[in-house]
């Protein structure tokens, strides 16, 4: 009997019961415990198939070329021979493996070569593009390409902003006060009066619709919802395809900027046009006094004018900085935007010609010009106060400090009341004319992202840090 394994006698011999396969005990059951097979047929085989066979020890005796020492030496001399050749088949093999591994590094090297240039070559275009008034910027309408002038606004609209700036600078400072508008008193009296779960997380920006009932926002997942304070349900949820970064009314449609550079508009929860786009990220949107005109940003250094009657791109004016946010004159002949160099600039809406410069230090994050005209507000990131700029003066008349960080300020109708924004708590402050002085009538600790005011000021519209929507009322 020979071992199927080995092929030598077995000293302590067994069989398969499946196969009848003769192995040395000690092989099968090593075998067994790694593979749980027989190894000839490759069918399964336990410990508990073996039988073992009875038969007389087997004596093994000594190989005959073992039996002097010439036959030793040679023994000896073979084995040296075959380690001497396994031995250089490992350096080759060491050798080849370094060669190979030496090619792999150099072409690692030259691919971050390769990328590196491509990088600094990919920045030097985009600095270049946003330093260069382009005549024949590209800019959709409904999938449509339309070269537009870069700085001009067409005739019709220029004067519609003429008119605009008419009619609202001569009726500003005459302006009373609504009869039924919030006073000091009601704006103390804010509680909670409703809180909406989370339904858009990563939101940073609500806007309402003129009634004051209709609240848009969206976040990160790319969408964005149209909620009725008064009904609290959602209307429409809007599919806007990347994280939604700024949204705005245009009457009763919804305007929604992206983080993919997109400006969309939707009706009745369908999108029904893309007015354009910028070279990167949006980050802010802003609709003109007259309704005709509508503004967005975008870390590619520029601002766009957009001709709503015809849905197309008016103009498009590129800047010193990425900008970080913006907002219209209440007039409408201003244009103001904050860049990332931590300049304010204000540009002429019609001729998109730069006008003044303020400096804010860091990153403004919010602006919002006040509607007595002369003033406006401006938060920088990560500070604890609010700056009040005089246009007149061209300089900081106050500075409020809220004692917690503020990300947004948003004046009312009547240019009393701010309300600011941040982490820590929702404030508002009043200017009083009479006294020339400032207080605070209301300051609740409740983290907020953005508020805005509800109609004739009488509620704050709160969009908290977790997506959710509170409702500040007396």
Known sequence: MLCAISGEAPQVPVAS???????????????????????????????DDLIELKSARIVRPRPPTLTSIPSLLHAFQTEWDAIALETFTLKQQLAQTRQELSTALYQNDAATRVIARLTRERDEARDALSNVTISAGGATSNGDAMQVDSQELPEALATKVDETQAKLSSTRRKRPVPENWATAETIQAFESTQSIDPLY??????????????????G?????????????????????????????????????????????????????????????????????????????????KSFIFYDLSNKKVASHIYTESEITCSGFHPD???????????????FDVKSGASMASFDAGDPPQSISFSENGTWFASIVRGQTSVAIWDLRKMATIKVLEIGSQVESVHWDYTGQFAAIAGPGCV?????????????????????????????????????TPEGGIDILSS
């Not at 005990?25 to 336990?46: C, F, M, W, Y």
């Not at 409408?332 to 204000?346: E, N, S, T, Y």
């Not at 609740?444 to 509620?459: F, H, M, Y």
Request: aromatic fraction near 6%; charge should be negative.
């Open 332 to 346: 409408g002949h201003l244009f103001a935007v904050g860049g990332k160099d931590g300049q304010i600039r204000l």
């Open 220 to 300: 990160a997942d790319g969408v964005a919802g149209i909620y009725s304070i008064s009904k609290k349900e959602t209307i429409h949820a809007l599919e806007c395809g990347s994280a939604v970064i700024a949204t705005s009314w245009w009457d009763s449609r919804q305007v929604v900027a992206t983080s993919a550079g997109a400006v969309k508009v939707f009706e009745d929860g369908a999108e029904i046009c893309q007015l354009g786009s910028h070279a990167g990220a949006a980050t802010s949107l802003a609709m003109h006094p007259s309704g005709q005109i509508l503004a967005s940003t975008g870390v590619d």
């Open 17 to 47: 019961r499946k196969s009848g396969n003769v192995f040395e005990k000690r092989l099968i059951e090593a075998h067994i415990a790694e593979h749980h097979t027989d190894p000839v047929t490759g069918e399964d085989l336990s410990v």
């Open 427 to 463: 404030s508002v402050q009043q200017y009083s004319k009479s006294t020339k002085s400032w207080s605070e009538p209301f300051r609740k600790a409740i983290p907020a992202k953005d508020v805005q005011w509800g109609s004739e000021a009488s509620s704050l519209v709160v969009l």
């Open 201 to 218: 997380p990563g939101s940073s920006l609500v806007s309402l619709d003129e009634s004051g009932d209709l609240a848009l926002f969206g």
